[in-house]
């Protein structure tokens, strides 16, 4: 149904190894990435992502309208062990449920 490369990886360490380490974030502006569904979507429309972090606990349904958009465009996925650690890792102190890399 979907033409997606997905990755299953440990996201934390590569993650951590790669962009979104907490000393990273702090010097990250927003402009980096964006944190939630609707940010992720208008990022999408827009051809601004890069690269995806989708927390592992996620909804089926919310999974299902963002995969639906990168049908095609070849967006790496990769998945974080959940929503409360993703959203910690990037800095809120909510849950996040996919945070998007962007251009």
Not at 26 to 37: M, P
Not at 63 to 92: D, E, W, Y
């Amino acid at each position: 149904m979907f033409n997606v490369n997905i990755l299953k990886v440990d996201a934390s360490r590569t993650l951590e190894d790669k962009l979104l380490s907490k000393e990273k974030v702090a010097r990250f502006n927003k402009q980096h990435f964006v944190v939630g569904l609707k940010e992720t979507l208008k990022a999408l429309k827009k051809d601004q992502v890069t690269s995806l972090i989708i927390a592992e606990d996620v909804e089926v349904y919310l999974m299902t309208r963002v995969l639906s958009q990168i049908n095609q465009k070849n967006i790496p996925v990769s998945f974080f062990k959940s929503k409360h650690a993703l959203g910690k890792h990037v800095g809120i102190n909510v849950n996040a449920t996919i945070v998007a890399l962007i251009k």
